[in-house]
């Protein structure tokens, strides 16, 4: 996929830019009012507006905060974030509270080269998720240029994503291109063994990404609510744990995700060995045993092993599997510390609760200690080794969750799609 850079603009000096960033943050309320919790969407733009000051450029900036549902909440309005950008970051930032009007025109004129402006939450406007044409051309009005600086939300063919890049010259900010480059890498050539870990709580917004790194990862650790479908399919018993039936998005409905993970099972059967070669194993490890309770609130916590064919367990009907196993955590953290590759996504176990915490945990240490490149993604799994102190630890966190998940399944991105150089 190549690009339309914005360092490969010609002639952007004294344009003004129109910047679709991702800003949309957790907020948190700080002696009545409501301030950033964590600005590392908003630090992942910075490169791209100090790029465009040099250049004299006048900057606007649109990005959703949460899910409005097309109307305007002033606890999503991203004033704070203005606030952030000037006082933190040192960017002065004048918010507009409109998203489009005209008097932001006048904002927009008024604006001198190297200053920066941030329009209120797009998600205001029911248009914005609707791609709606009216409102793509009224941004694009306001400016010369539009930059994609907003990876996360690429796989979305919103109005500011897709419905802008109609109307004005549409470039990839620097972050974007980090994205890109580096989900890009893991698919061409990663150095192996290349173990991926899949975990969280749905199969069905993983399995697209599974099954194509699968075709170039040497082996694949399952864990996490993910697991269960595969326990299932592997003919255990999984009592009360959760098992997704049903998907969040419609259009997956109706797929059994416990016969797509038999697939999988099936599919990877061969045998793998790894780089010492003294293991042979097929290439897609589940759960031998699991930490396991009546709930998820719960600080009594049983050990139920897998591993032996299965009896029936009556005492455990009652169970669901909430972390890894010791076992289980033992042979993952070996397979993770002979590993040149790994890639993450999806926390092993509740990790919100410390009782199903360790599984989590002891594979975020493995990753972190491995030495191998190590490249992970996705909203919990970033909250999660937050909470181990972990997140420097790592060569690459990547933002997005969903966008990373399906750029990595191979699917075009519609975001993407429209800065593509088609030759
Ligand atoms: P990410 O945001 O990193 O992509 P997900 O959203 O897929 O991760 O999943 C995170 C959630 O999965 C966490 O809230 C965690 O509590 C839940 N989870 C992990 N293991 C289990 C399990 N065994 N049973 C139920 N939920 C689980
Ligand atoms: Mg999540």
């Not at 690009?3 to 700080?30: G, M, S, W």
């Not at 009216?134 to 994503?161: K, P």
Request: glycine share 8%; charged share 30%; hydrophobic share 40%.
């Amino acid at each position: 996929m190549k690009l339309n850079l914005i360092q490969e603009a010609a002639d952007l000096q004294d344009k003004t830019v129109i910047v679709r960033v991702d800003y949309n943050v957790p907020l948190k309320e700080q002696d009545g009012q409501m301030v950033v919790r964590n600005d590392k969407r908003i630090q992942d733009s910075v490169k791209t507006i100090n790029f465009l000051r040099e250049n004299n450029c006048r900057i606007i900036l649109i990005s959703h905060l949460g899910r409005p549902g097309g109307e305007a909440k002033p606890e999503l309005s991203l004033a704070p974030v203005a606030k952030h950008l000037t006082e933190k970051l040192n960017l002065a930032t004048k918010f507009s509270p409109d998203v489009v009007s005209d008097k932001n025109k006048s904002l927009i004129e008024e604006l001198r080269p190297g200053e920066i402006l941030l329009l209120e939450n797009l998600r205001f406007k029911p248009g914005e998720k609707k791609n709606n044409p009216q409102l793509a051309e009224q941004l694009a009005s306001y400016a010369d240029i539009y930059v994609n600086e907003a990876f996360s939300t690429s796989h979305r063919a919103h109005a500011s994503m897709v419905g802008i890049s109609k109307h004005i010259p549409a470039y990839a900010g620097f972050h974007v291109q980090q994205e890109v480059n580096q989900l890009s890498k893991l698919l061409e050539e990663p150095e192996t063994p290349f173990v991926m870990v899949i975990g969280g709580a749905k199969i069905s917004d993983k399995v697209e990404a599974v099954k194509n790194l699968d075709q170039v990862a040497s082996l694949v650790l399952v864990g996490g609510g993910v697991a269960n479908n595969f326990l299932k399919a592997g003919g255990l018993e999984t009592h009360k744990s959760y098992l997704e039936d049903k998907p969040a998005d419609e259009k997956k409905e109706g797929v059994d995700y416990v016969k797509v993970a038999g697939e999988l099972i099936e599919e990877n059967k061969t045998e793998k060995i790894l780089k010492d070669g003294y293991i042979p194993l097929p290439k897609i490890l589940y759960p031998i045993d699991v930490k396991a309770a009546e709930n998820p609130e719960s600080d009594v916590a049983e050990i139920i092993n897998l591993s032996t064919g299965m009896e029936d367990t009556p005492e455990d009907k009652d169970m669901m599997y909430l972390d890894l196993g010791p076992r289980t955590i033992r042979l993952y953290q070996e397979m993770i510390l002979q590993a040149r590759t790994i890639f993450w996504n999806g926390p092993m176990g509740v990790f919100e609760n410390d009782e199903f915490a360790e599984g989590t945990e002891a594979i975020a240490r493995a990753i972190a200690k491995s030495g191998a490149k190590t490249i992970l993604g996705g909203g919990d799994t970033i909250a999660a080794i937050k909470k181990f102190e972990l997140e420097d630890r790592y060569d690459y966190v990547s933002s997005a969750g969903g966008a990373s998940l399906d750029f990595l399944a191979g699917k075009e991105l519609p975001g993407l799609k429209v800065l593509t150089i088609t030759e």
